[in-house]
């Protein structure tokens, strides 16, 4: 069984936070409708703020001042603008106790893993400073003398960004952090489920003299926000990170008017354990990364592919570190794995595995709800899995994973490939030739061997096929908020 931490209910009024303003043209404020959405505790199902819900004056009024704010800062020096982003880092660190309890509250993961995110958001804006000073162009040899060839770099404009509730603070950042360190501006719409973080890392930019305007955040109902925005001639990029049937949407509609789109969509990572591991070590090691925000994480490992000689020990060790964490209110000391976000997620996940037990799947810890009150998920392990299960093919987005065995590797590349994701992908071999056929092989953007860390700043992401296209961090941070532009000047 689950051990389970006590999951006490503090008075109501300690867990109230403040309502979450629009930030338009450099002013925080309702919107102009009065409209608000109510904000969920996942841990008590209680309302603990309200969101205010934009309106199309709203969106106006914010691409409007997102084109002159764009005016103002594409023409601010890199180096002025990584300036901005160092103190906003600063401020970041200085507030992160604060943001951190917000984020918690809001989206349910536990406090240590809620600050670490926010922490890494300073990180990501300090990546991004360094960067803006390093958008170089280059000289071309001209064919005749008097002419010089030039390549040179220039922000594409104003941006429309779309960022998700499983990592409300960090995603945005990466967007924001690049955006302005190539001299975009930006319109943000963050999750209306967990706004307070985002709110946090913009008001830290606001508090670090960044201009008016260049950017802005607005909250709603995200298919009205999403096609007004994209359909704006102000628009000139659109970047979002979710799942993949939202992300064909947004993709099509910025193909209406050619507008360049970043986005970072769903996955189904397969791991492949080969019998030349420690299989406990291994099993406690890929166990605490499954289970980390609740299993809501697009690079999640989800699909275990063990080899038969270590396909017992392993699963056994596996089975009994995922019945030992800690489930409980993400505020509570010793919780290690906090409620799914919302409702929706609950239910979810809960249809994926009632699908797959029902056609024959075994259940070999967890596998239900736990309690009545919050949304609470136990970690759980499913085996024997038929191949038309649906969640073989979806994406699960929580506690849970599926395992099975295999003898051949190629035939265990092809199964890891079988999916139409292709975000991350996982191996442990100590086999040289192993690694260098995965390497090649698999079919992702992401590959970690023998648990190398993904998604660090200084790392591309993103993925291949439904997964996405496009890439944050990394060397490639910049790229996608730039445009190239030739230049041949005569000079006589």
Known sequence: MVETASISQPEQDERKLAD?????????????????????????????????????????????????GFLIWRDVAPRDRASVLRKAAALIRERADTLALSLTLEQGKPLAQAKLEILSCADIYEWNAEEAVRAYGRLIPARQDGVVNMVVQEPIGPVAAFTPWNFPASQAARKIGSALAAGCSMILKPPEEAPSAAIGIVEALVDAGLPAGVMNLVFGIPSEISSHLIASPVIRKVSFTGSVPVGKHLAALAAQGMKPTTMELGGHSPVLVFDDVNPAETAQSLAANKFRNAGQICISPTRLLLQEGIYTPFLE???????LIRLGDGTLEGTEMGPLANGRRLQAVSSLIDDAVSRGAKIATGGRRRGNVGYFYEPTVLTDIPPDARILHEEPFGPVVLVSRFSDVDAAIDTANSTPFGLASYAFTHNPAIVNKLMRRLESGLVSINGGTLGLIETPFGGVKESGYGREGGLEALAPYLVTKFVAHATT
């Not at 603990?48 to 084109?67: G, N, Q, T």
Request: hydrophobic share 50%.
């Open 20 to 68: 979450a303003l629009l930030l338009v043209g450099g002013h925080w404020r309702p919107s102009k409708s009065g409209g608000w959405l109510d904000v969920i505790n996942p841990a008590t199902e209680q309302a603990i703020s309200r969101v205010a819900k934009a309106s199309v004056h709203d969106l106006d009024e914010a691409l409007a001042a997102a084109w002159d």
């Open 317 to 323: 060790s596996f089975v009994r570190a995922a019945a």
